[in-house]
């Protein structure tokens, strides 16, 4: 158990729909890191958080936000949702912004 | 920028043979490197890492060791177990992210 917890595991929802990933970190841990993974896209980089300040965007599109609140969850919200969106998303945590990466175990999103 | 390549997939073996995963980089400065290993239905565990050159990386079975003059950091096993089977990711630390390689997913055979 990574101590990294992602709510929900699977997530079934119509194009143009929105919806909200959780995740809430080891315990301990300030940073909190989004991942995507698509079939074809391998592991791409979304948004990291520290300490509920944003740190560094990846390739996240205009559709996604996220944020890291004072207990230091975080949340990822997916618009507008296109059939292109459906994938893994997965959290990690760390301590600080260094690399001992914890990672959840994900959510599975598919767009219908 | 930073970027991981890796050997394409899917490999499959048969159990205890010797197994190499291809992983190469391109970096600015001195990143440490990563392997993280992903079961079916799992998040990504931190399998090995090393932090400088000639450094060697080893856990379960698995080496990797921090080659800057090929910029490599190549994953072998000299046994693989059916247990082995998963999805492989090299890694290297960006900035403010660890950039990841498409994955090697490996099939071991009884």
């Known amino acids: 158990d990574s101590g990294v917890t992602q709510t929900p595991k699977h997530l079934i929802t119509a194009t143009g729909q929105r919806v909200t990933l959780r995740c809430s970190p080891r315990s301990g841990d300030l940073s909190v890191y989004w991942y995507q993974q698509s079939l074809d896209q391998g592991l791409q980089f979304l948004i990291h958080?520290?300490?509920?300040?944003?740190?560094a965007k990846g390739n996240i599109l205009e559709r996604f936000s996220a944020q890291q609140f004072p207990d230091l969850h975080s949340e990822l919200n997916l618009s507008s949702l296109e059939l292109g969106d459906s994938a893994l998303y997965f959290c990690a945590s760390s301590p600080g912004q260094g690399f001992l990466f914890s990672f959840g175990s994900g959510t599975r999103l598919t767009v219908v | 920028g930073n970027s991981v390549t890796q050997m394409e997939g899917p490999v499959t073996l048969s159990e205890e043979a010797f197994l190499t995963i291809n992983c190469t980089y391109t970096?600015?400065?001195?990143?440490?490197l990563f392997w993280y290993v992903q079961y079916p239905g799992e998040g990504l565990q931190l399998l090995l890492k090393?932090?400088?050159?000639?450094d060697k990386g080893s856990n379960k079975g698995f080496e990797a060791t921090y080659r800057k003059e090929t910029t490599s950091f190549h994953l072998e096993k000299g046994s693989v177990q059916v247990s082995d089977s998963a999805v492989y990711f090299c890694a290297l630390n960006g900035a403010q992210k660890l950039v990841f390689g498409q994955g090697t997913r490996l099939t071991i055979n009884p």
């Open positions: 970096a600015t400065g001195y990143p440490s």
């Open positions: 958080y520290y300490n509920g300040e944003e740190r």
């Open positions: 090393a932090t400088k050159a000639d």
